[in-house]
């Protein structure tokens, strides 16, 4: 079975930083595009940053400069730095997988195949 387990989210002060984990089990990882969501209450779910299936690499421009994602495809893992957090960042972060995530379509969350569960990221000021 197909599993994506994300953690590492929290509870951290205006202008602190976090790293989001997210553990890929039961693909071919390497075959994969990879991608980081976020749903804050009330709203729906928008793009934080991408990795597609050319390596080319796509952020936000809300979080452009503050954010990088990167993978381990050793340990089937990616990641997600966030620094200089504020209150906007306060959201459920989901982290995403799909074989045919190309650069036209790395923010959309329809052109990915498999989501984890969600992790709590609370920014306080």
């Known amino acids: 079975d197909v599993q994506l387990q994300a953690s590492g989210g929290g509870l951290v002060q205006a202008g602190g930083s976090l790293r989001l984990s997210c553990a890929a089990s039961g693909f071919t990882f390497d075959d994969y595009a990879i991608g980081w969501f976020r749903q804050a209450p009330g709203m729906g779910r928008s793009f934080v940053a991408g990795?597609?299936?050319?390596?080319?690499?796509n952020y936000a421009d809300s979080v452009k400069g503050r954010v990088t994602i990167s993978r381990d495809n050793a340990r089937t893992t990616l990641y997600l730095q966030m620094n200089s957090l504020s209150p906007e960042d306060t959201a459920v972060y989901y982290c995403?997988?799909?074989?045919?995530?190309?650069?036209?379509?790395?923010?959309?969350?329809?052109?990915?195949?498999?989501w984890g569960q969600g992790t709590q990221v609370t920014v306080s000021s």
């Open positions: 990795i597609n299936r050319s390596g080319g690499i």
């Open positions: 995403a997988l799909g074989p045919s995530v190309i650069a036209s379509n790395v923010a959309s969350p329809t052109a990915y195949a498999y």
